[in-house]
């Protein structure tokens, strides 16, 4: 990763952290597909799973594999075994040890077991994450962290670790009451001065469906409330979507509905990362 060429996109590490207290909103298959497109841009990526059930990481081993197909890392569990930095030792004060390189542009903090004691930590523990990582800082372009759809300690370190927060939504009013939370909740990490500079990047429709009258009703309501924080970009309810785990949907096999689908996560995607550069 040392060697890599810094990006003519962006010259100091920005992070994203893509947040939504409730769980079915396609979280993560939208980080999975920011980060394809940063790679796609080489972008210098440092990826970091909060979320215990490491889906993140498990499609991140899978690049490690095709990058070096000896590499005998096959389960999150193993990162830490293998000497590499996992999530939970971010909140270690004196932790040295570096995350694992995937491929010429990606690096992986991976989630692991440990993830689950954070609850235990007292609330100094919070910043600690964000301090861990700022040795990093000069070593990538862009920070994505994917973190669990739920309220608490692990939401709030990545909260605090972050330039900017993107909302992944649907628009069922499940969802819409989680947006509710989540803004609470930053509210929380700046009054707690655990970030003072969090920014809301923007909420991330996902998952709607064209046909449905409730989802137009709900998508007209949700920007008369918020205005600009919803994002001009939507992502429709798309198979293709759902199934891309492995490689972004704008590779492979063509057909109208990939072909849709890929380019509206494609321009999701630019637009976040083109636009993170012009703010910062």
Not at 44 to 65: C, E, G, M, S, Y
Not at 82 to 107: H, I, R
Not at 233 to 241: C, G
Not at 249 to 273: F, P, S, T, Y
């Amino acid at each position: 990763m040392k060697n890599a060429k810094p990006s003519a996109l962006l010259r100091k590490m920005i992070s994203f952290v893509l947040a939504n207290q409730k769980g079915g909103v396609g979280k993560t298959v939208f980080s999975r597909h920011l980060i394809f497109r940063a790679l796609e841009m080489k972008l210098r990526t440092l990826v970091i799973d909060f979320d215990p059930q490491a889906n993140t990481t498990k499609t991140l081993l899978h690049l490690a594999k095709l990058a070096n197909p000896t590499l005998e890392i096959d389960e999150p569990g193993q990162v830490s075994e293998a000497g590499w930095l996992t999530t939970a030792k971010l909140f270690d004060k004196d932790c040295e040890v570096q995350p694992m390189p995937v491929n010429e542009y990606a690096s992986l903090i991976a989630a692991d077991a440990e993830l689950v004691d954070i609850a235990d930590y007292s609330l100094d523990a919070i910043p600690q994450a964000r301090k861990s990582l700022e040795k990093f800082a000069e070593q990538y372009d862009v920070c994505i962290i994917d973190t669990p759809p739920s309220q608490g300690k692990l939401l709030y370190a990545a909260l605090a670790a972050a330039n900017f927060v993107i909302c992944p939504c649907t628009l069922d009013e499940d969802a819409t009451d989680g947006l509710a939370a989540l803004f609470q909740d930053i509210e929380r990490v700046r009054g707690e001065e655990w970030n003072t500079d969090l920014q809301i990047m923007g909420i991330q429709i996902n998952k709607m469906d064209r046909s449905s009258a409730h989802d137009r009703k709900a998508l007209a309501a949700l920007q008369e409330s918020v205005g600009d924080l919803v994002l001009s970009n939507i992502i429709y309810e798309r198979a293709a979507t759902r199934l891309a785990i492995r490689k972004p949907v704008w590779q492979g096999n063509r057909g109208e509905n990939k072909g849709l689908a890929a380019v509206e996560m494609k321009a999701a995607c630019n637009a976040i990362l083109r636009g993170a550069a012009l703010q910062y």
